[in-house]
């Protein structure tokens, strides 16, 4: 089964707006990766965050981690076309063995 | 070349038939990821090997086999097709981080199957 849930499941805005996901998960986790996929594309990972930081910044990118509420954020600012994608979180079974990945959020930015 | 190549990138075949899906790296990472990814659900493992004399079993491994050929190499077969294996496959590598001490994973393009 997934290990996380993620919410939107699809989320469109335009040029310059705040995009927003979020991510759920169900067991305890060494950390939390992010994951951008184009349509049809391999996954290219966008960001990682260990399960003893509460947030963390790459460029553009803001995620944050709530390990109380076991769930995350991932935050794009001023979005641009090209941020059309599918994004993902992905957690680690706890013991670094392998990824689990979330069900992803569809995100369309309009000119 | 891609760090990560998969072969072939499309693939029609017929149920019954076997499939084999190719993955070579050029990471030197010693852990192999299969992961199949369809509509609405994400990415699931099918298969992991953390070196050439380690394979394991993921969420769902029913129906497949894997070989682990080399360090560079890990293969993907359907023995015996079947219209619900039509998907979306992903290999991937993963190694650590130098100075982070998590496992970041390279994913490959993926081989998109079709099994009618």
């Known amino acids: 089964s997934q290990q996380g849930e993620e919410d939107p499941q699809a989320l469109s805005i335009q040029e310059g707006e705040n995009a927003t996901m979020n991510c759920s998960y169900k067991t305890s986790i060494n950390n939390l990766q992010w994951y951008r996929q184009n349509s049809g594309r391999g996954l290219v990972h966008l960001i990682l965050i260990r399960s003893n930081e509460r947030e963390k910044h790459s460029g553009r990118l803001r995620v944050t981690l709530d390990t109380s509420k076991k769930s995350s954020s991932l935050l794009i600012t001023a979005s641009r076309a090209a941020d059309t994608a599918s994004y993902f979180c992905a957690t680690d079974d706890g013991g670094f063995q392998k990824l689990v990945f979330g069900t992803g959020t569809r995100l369309l930015v309009s000119p | 070349d891609a760090d990560v190549t998969q072969t072939p990138r499309n693939r029609i075949t017929k149920t019954g038939k076997r499939i084999m899906l190719e993955c070579s790296q050029t990471?030197?990472?010693?852990?192999m990821y299969w992961y199949r990814q369809d509509p609405g659900l994400g990415l699931r493992l099918i298969y992991y090997s953390f070196d050439v004399k380690d394979i394991n079993k993921g969420e769902i491994s029913d129906g497949y086999s894997v070989s682990r050929q080399a360090q560079a190499k890990f293969s993907l077969s359907l023995e015996s097709a079947i219209p619900n294996q039509t998907a979306l496959y992903f290999c991937?590598?993963?190694?650590?981080?130098?100075?982070?001490?998590?496992?970041?994973?390279?994913f490959g393009s993926g081989t998109r199957l079709t099994v009618v």
């Open positions: 990471k030197g990472h010693d852990r």
């Open positions: 991937a590598t993963s190694d650590l981080i130098p100075g982070v001490g998590d496992y970041g994973y390279t």
